[in-house]
């Protein structure tokens, strides 16, 4: 009856709902943990690194080497399952 409810509420079944919610949290913990680890480094821009391979995604490729400043990375990760990585910048 429960699953029905939610169908009718939401127009999926409890599956789909509960992968939703999986995802979201997982997001959450995702975003927070890349947080915490840039926040270690003691460098004020970031190089954006791609994997350089033919899996990098549109949003991403135009990204690779680009050189952000710590307070311009609300943006990493760019989406769900991106493989980018942030190296601190020792240039400058």
Not at 4 to 18: D, V
Not at 54 to 74: I, T, Y
Request: with cysteine; charged share 20%; hydrophobic share 40%.
């Amino acid at each position: 009856m429960f699953s029905n409810w939610m169908r009718n509420l939401f127009g999926q079944g409890r599956k789909q709902i509960e992968a939703q919610v999986n995802a979201a949290i997982a997001a959450g913990v995702w975003g927070i943990s890349t947080q915490i680890e840039l926040d270690t480094w003691n460098a004020e821009t970031f190089r954006w690194i791609t994997k350089e391979d033919e899996k990098v995604c549109p949003v991403c490729r135009p990204r690779n080497g680009m050189l952000l400043l710590k307070s311009e990375l609300a943006a990493h990760p760019a989406h769900w399952g991106c493989r980018c990585s942030l190296l601190p910048d020792e240039s400058g």
